[in-house]
């Protein structure tokens, strides 16, 4: 089975970053989740990064606040895709510190970057990776996008 992993610097990264854990279990995707700080746990981020790949992860999703190194950290050592998820922490400024910090990686090592406080659309971003060699998870994509239109439609019939 495919996993994805979720990680973020810190606990207080949790309330945004669940939203992706969530989104991929609806998609019955396995998640490993775990704090890996760049900042304080160098050792830890070095390791998971190289390594990841080893455990039958197959996409990374991290979540950082302020000046967000922990995607494009992450990118420069695994081999696998990263999906940055800009966190809007309470020393951040505005959020746009994380937003620029995982958008503007140098050539070579691409981040996808979602909006801030995007862990959903992460989610979703990680699951359709996924979906291209799991036809099970790209089943479960289609009906969730069906469910999305939908949900759109009948909001619109309502107005009427």
Same mark, same amino acid.
């Given at each position: 089975?495919?996993?994805?992993?979720? !990680?973020?610097?810190? #606990?207080? #990264?949790?309330?945004?970053?669940?939203?992706? =854990?969530? !989104?991929?279990?609806?998609? #019955?995707?396995?998640?490993?989740?775990?704090?890996?700080?760049?900042?304080?746990?160098?050792?830890?981020?070095? &390791?998971?990064?190289?390594?990841?790949?080893?455990?039958? =992860?197959?996409?990374?999703?991290?979540?950082?606040?302020? $000046?967000?190194?922990?995607?494009?950290?992450?990118?420069?050592?695994? @081999?696998?895709? =990263?999906?940055?998820? @800009?966190?809007?922490?309470?020393?951040?400024? &505005?959020?746009? #510190?994380?937003?620029?910090?995982?958008?503007?990686? @140098?050539?070579?090592?691409?981040?996808?970057?979602?909006?801030?406080?995007?862990?959903?659309?992460?989610?979703?971003?990680?699951?359709?990776?996924?979906?291209?060699?799991?036809?099970?998870?790209? &089943?479960?994509?289609?009906?969730?996008?069906?469910?999305?239109?939908?949900?759109?439609?009948? $909001?619109?019939?309502?107005?009427?």
């Amino acid at each position: 089975m495919s996993k994805v992993g979720v !990680i973020m610097g810190s #606990d207080s #990264d949790l309330p945004v970053m669940q939203e992706a =854990i969530d !989104i991929l279990k609806g998609f #019955d995707i396995e998640v490993e989740v775990d704090i890996v700080s760049a900042h304080r746990t160098p050792e830890k981020l070095f &390791d998971y990064s190289k390594n990841a790949h080893t455990r039958g =992860i197959k996409v990374i999703v991290a979540g950082a606040g302020g $000046a967000a190194h922990l995607p494009g950290m992450v990118a420069s050592l695994s @081999p696998l895709p =990263i999906i940055g998820v @800009p966190v809007k922490s309470r020393n951040s400024i &505005d959020g746009w #510190d994380s937003i620029l910090s995982i958008l503007q990686m @140098p050539g070579g090592v691409p981040v996808a970057t979602v909006a801030l406080n995007g862990a959903k659309n992460a989610g979703i971003l990680a699951a359709q990776i996924i979906g291209t060699s799991d036809k099970c998870v790209l &089943d479960k994509i289609m009906v969730y996008k069906e469910g999305l239109k939908l949900k759109v439609e009948a $909001a619109s019939k309502k107005l009427k």
